[in-house]
């Protein structure tokens, strides 16, 4: 058994959530599926620039099991006009939030495997991106920055034993994108598996803060619950549940899960999920042993020259002006995943 997820977006800020009948399924178009079977996109992450809708995605392949950002573009009539590879790294990457800062555009994707969080500047839109700053040197997964009463806010999970990532939301806050970043005094200001862990972009309407986060009692990325917060200090938290999105009826065949809302601009995106059988399983986890033993499972010949001249343009990357996050960042120990296992950031 194992996590099929199919990503969307429909041309409509965010904020339409809130509306009376909120997620239409009507008004959501979806990426085109996978050219092999046992590969999806999720973590939908779109943007408008110049009348083309440019979605960015984790690309995962279960033969490879090391998710890297891909993009599909999309004409004004919804035809896609374009797709390809936009950061690629040895490492697992996923979640490739959007931020703008300063007339820069920037990529904060979670690659936990690397030990820390990265945030990307945009050199050429959209397939090329290089590392700018590290802004934590904890393992952050899922993390949400936005600007809000004259501060950074950052919304996050941290990895540990028993499915911490799933039941805890952590937060930092900063003068500026870069930081540095100070954790919350109440760290860990959500301790419950069914609204914690973020599960996309935080968002303001009417001056209030909202929060989409992911509802894991029954399973990963079963749904998605949104939070209103009603009081945000670097000391004090305090939120409530407005509304919730069930998989139900968004797709058929995929009523297992819906993990992501996100939005920037007109664009809102999200993800839902199929919980699959296949009698193919014990061949594709053959096939990932082999590659992982031939040394295949990192980035493609391609990716990997484009990563090489990108690295080369913007100099050595050595977290020069970094900041850390001081505070409990301690990983627990890497346990094997089962194939049911969305990717290597389901803790």
């Given amino acids: 058994m194992f996590d099929l997820w199919r990503s969307g977006f429909v041309r409509k800020p965010l904020s339409h959530i809130l509306e009376p009948g909120g997620l239409k399924a009507a008004d959501i178009v979806w990426l085109p599926e996978g050219q092999r079977s046992f590969q999806y996109s999720a973590d939908p992450f779109g943007i408008e620039r110049d009348g083309v809708l440019t979605v960015f995605v984790e690309a995962f392949d279960y033969r490879v099991r090391r998710g890297e950002i891909h993009y599909v573009q999309y004409d004004a009539d919804n035809a896609v006009i374009g797709q390809g590879v936009a950061l690629a790294e040895a490492f697992h990457l996923s979640y490739p939030s959007l931020i703008e800062d300063g007339g820069e555009l920037y990529m904060l994707p979670e690659g936990y495997k690397s030990g820390g969080l990265t945030l990307y500047r945009c050199v050429r839109f959209p397939d090329q991106w290089e590392p700018a700053h590290r802004l934590m040197d904890v393992p952050a997964i899922d993390a949400t920055v936005v600007r809000s009463g004259g501060r950074w806010w950052m919304f996050y999970a941290l990895p540990g034993d028993q499915d911490r990532a799933m039941r805890e939301l952590h937060i930092a806050w900063a003068d500026s994108l870069t930081g540095p970043w100070t954790p919350h005094a109440g760290n860990p200001v959500r301790a419950c598996p069914r609204g914690s862990r973020p599960g996309g972009s935080a968002f303001e309407q009417d001056g209030v803060l909202h929060l989409p986060v992911q509802d894991c009692a029954e399973g990963y990325g079963r749904r998605v619950r949104l939070l209103r917060i009603d009081e945000l200090t670097p000391d004090r938290f305090a939120a409530t549940e407005v509304r919730r999105f069930e998989p139900d009826g968004v797709l058929d065949g995929y009523t297992d899960g819906l993990h992501t809302l996100s939005g920037f601009g007109n664009i809102t995106c999200v993800d839902v999920k199929s919980l699959t059988?296949?009698?193919?399983?014990?061949?594709?986890?053959?096939?990932?042993?082999?590659?992982?033993?031939?040394?295949?499972?990192?980035?493609?010949?391609?990716?990997?020259?484009?990563?090489?001249?990108?690295?080369?343009?913007?100099?050595?990357?050595?977290?020069?002006?970094?900041?850390?996050?001081?505070?409990?960042?301690?990983?627990?120990?890497?346990?094997?995943?089962?194939?049911?296992?969305?990717?290597?950031?389901?803790?």
């Fill in 277 to 347: 059988h296949s009698p193919f399983e014990g061949r594709i986890k053959a096939q990932y042993k082999l590659r992982r033993l031939f040394g295949l499972n990192g980035p493609s010949r391609s990716s990997a020259r484009n990563e090489d001249r990108r690295r080369h343009a913007s100099g050595q990357f050595d977290g020069a002006g970094a900041h850390q996050l001081h505070g409990d960042g301690r990983r627990g120990p890497e346990r094997a995943q089962p194939l049911q296992r969305r990717h290597s950031n389901h803790l």
